[in-house]
């Protein structure tokens, strides 16, 4: 039937005609009339159960099954992102609540920048400054600076130590005090310094400087010099030129103008260790600013690039007051040094003399005290790293003569052996110790040998404050002529009885030798006798040369017999150093 045919069929159909299903009947249309263009028959869906619809129903459930792994996938990836939400919503929201509602109660005095009542700083303190490059958790220290600031005289009084010194890290041991920042931070530069100035002070307070970002976080600083400098850049090997006057200084030419004068270049001066301080007063002046509210923003500004355990009203009053001291009560010093040696990795090394410290850092008004000399045995071990036959024994005997006034051996020789090879050139001095004795002690060895390179020992060592390992510029001959000399330095002494007592002399003379000679030979009874006559009431300690050491082992000698006046003379009939004539004072005590 053509689409035409039919459409004839339905134009006369009675548009209000209703069709009318009997339910009863499945449904189905009662009317069977040839001229419907659907018939029921078409509307049987019972022929295709076995094959259409268990096709379908095959693939539908495997879309089915492919949308619910989907959906499934879905969900987690949406879970994933509701907890990260949720995560960063918790964080960003305690900060934002915690920032919005209780930074007032929460930041005080650690974060809050407030101007106390007066800036002046009003006590004694002692204070260690150290500054570094741009990392603070593994610094890398160019300049380390000790200040003590008296309150009564409005007074600092600065030490500028070079980071290459060789002093006794606590848990360490002999080390380069630079390296002790990057170890275990300020406290134990704190502590490293503490123990080794040896002026019996301690540290308050520190300060560790990120000197780039301070400085380009204040906008630069003016740097005052007195005189035209070449400053290295160790960024790139080039060179910057500082005038004399005032030049502005930003972060770089800060960080490579400390590297220059931290000790480090060979033909920079030790004693220009100084011009440190005048960088570090700088940044000190432009802290403080013109004004309190200037010196607080500044604070603000730089809080991030400082590790200090100073709160910040106490960082307030130290600025503040440290830049409004007079250039003369502005003292700054370098660090003594005893002795400078080079080393193929580290370069430079010193070895710190203290002996002045304590003359230094005496508050005005107060006369300086004498500081007493250490007087400490040092432990050695002497190694043949030559192969002269003998050559460590000569030394040992060498290094055994050397006494203290005191009489009071400078060294004890733990073992004098060969090395683990007759290959050493060059004369080694190490040391396992940075206590300050054994550091001069290191330097006294150097001059006694007139060879060797003092270095920090590497690792530990049992016993010994030093190990000598001999090399070939050592000379055996030089060991034998020290030794006949120190011989001759032998003090030669006569005891003589003049209160009668039977053997009075002779024991006195083992007294006297089993205390004086009994870490090393320094005293010789050379004769006990009886004196002109036995009517001496007070013992007579004679003096007869003026030899080094004889009037100081004189007066011990009086210290240690209990009785004496001391006496010089010139009629040396016995020839020897000293004369001591027992009286009755000394039985009758």
């Not at 990392?135 to 380390?144: A, G, K, T």
């Not at 600031?149 to 500028?160: G, V």
């Not at 709160?311 to 007079?326: A, C, G, L, V, Y």
């Not at 060592?461 to 060991?479: Q, T, W």
Request: aromatic fraction near 8%.
């Amino acid at each position: 039937m053509s689409f035409d045919e039919d459409e004839k069929k339905f134009k006369g159909r009675d548009s209000g005609e209703r069709d009318s299903y009997n339910m009863d009947n499945g449904g189905k249309k009662p009317r069977n009339s040839g001229d419907d263009f659907f018939k029921d028959e078409d509307f049987e869906l019972e022929s295709y159960k076995d094959e259409e619809v268990e096709s379908e129903g095959f693939r539908s459930k495997r879309i089915k099954e492919k949308r619910k792994k989907g959906k499934k996938f879905f969900r987690i990836i949406a879970v994933m992102l509701a907890l990260v939400v949720v995560a960063a919503g918790v964080v960003f929201g305690y900060r934002y609540i915690k920032n919005r509602y209780f930074s007032e109660a929460e930041i005080t005095e650690e974060e809050g920048i407030s101007i106390p009542e007066s800036l002046v700083l009003g006590q004694d303190i002692n204070l260690v400054i150290a500054c570094a490059g741009e990392n603070l958790l593994e610094p890398e220290v160019s300049s380390i600076m000790f200040s003590s600031y008296y309150s009564s005289e409005n007074k600092l009084i600065s030490l500028c130590i070079p980071v290459k010194t060789l002093m006794d890290i606590p848990g360490i041991g002999a080390e380069l005090v630079g390296k002790s920042v990057k170890v275990g931070g300020m406290d134990l530069l704190s502590l490293t310094l503490e123990k080794n100035l040896g002026m019996d002070m301690k540290i308050d307070y520190y300060i560790l400087l990120d000197v780039y970002n301070v400085v380009n976080k204040l906008g630069g600083i003016d740097l005052e010099l007195d005189e035209e400098i070449t400053v290295k850049n160790y960024d790139d090997g080039s060179t910057f030129k500082l005038e004399k006057g005032k030049n502005p200084v930003d972060g770089t030419k800060a960080v490579n103008f400390l590297e220059y004068f931290s000790g480090n270049e060979k033909e920079v001066p030790i004693e220009n260790v100084t011009k440190q301080k005048l960088l570090f007063d700088a940044i000190i002046s432009k802290i403080a600013g013109e004004s309190d509210e200037k010196l607080s923003d500044n604070l603000n500004l730089i809080k991030d690039f400082i590790d200090t355990d100073l709160s910040m009203e106490e960082r307030s009053k130290i600025f503040s007051t440290f830049s409004k001291i007079e250039p003369g009560k502005n003292e700054v010093h370098a660090l003594p040094i005893l002795s400078t040696n080079e080393l193929p990795e580290e370069g430079i090394v010193y070895v710190p003399d203290i002996s002045r410290l304590a003359e230094i850092f005496k508050k005005e008004g107060t006369p300086p005290e004498e500081v007493a000399a250490v007087e400490e045995t040092v432990n050695l071990t002497i190694l043949n790293g030559a192969g002269t036959p003998g050559l460590a024994a000569k030394v040992s005997e060498l290094l055994k003569s050397q006494v203290f006034e005191s009489g009071k051996s400078k060294y004890n020789i733990l073992k004098a052996e060969n090395a683990d090879n007759f290959n050493y050139d060059t004369t080694e001095i190490l040391v396992y110790s940075g206590q300050s004795y054994v550091a001069e002690a290191a330097n006294d060895i150097k001059n006694i040998l007139e060879v060797g390179n003092i270095t920090p020992g590497e690792g530990e060592s049992a016993n010994s404050d030093i190990i000598i390992v001999l090399g070939a510029d050592y000379k055996a001959e030089a060991a034998e002529k020290a030794v006949s000399e120190e011989v001759e330095k032998i003090v030669k002494i006569n005891i003589l009885n003049g209160e009668g007592t039977a053997k009075l002399a002779f024991t006195v003379k083992g007294i006297i030798e089993s205390y004086f000679n009994e870490d090393g030979k320094i005293l010789e009874v050379v004769e006990t006798k009886d004196a002109d006559n036995w009517n001496y009431t007070q013992t007579k300690i004679i003096i007869f040369t003026s030899r080094e050491g004889v009037n100081t082992l004189a007066q011990q000698l009086q210290e240690r017999l209990g009785v004496g006046v001391i006496e010089y003379s010139d009629n040396n009939v016995d020839n020897v150093d000293i004369s001591i004539i027992l009286g009755s004072d000394y039985t009758n005590k």
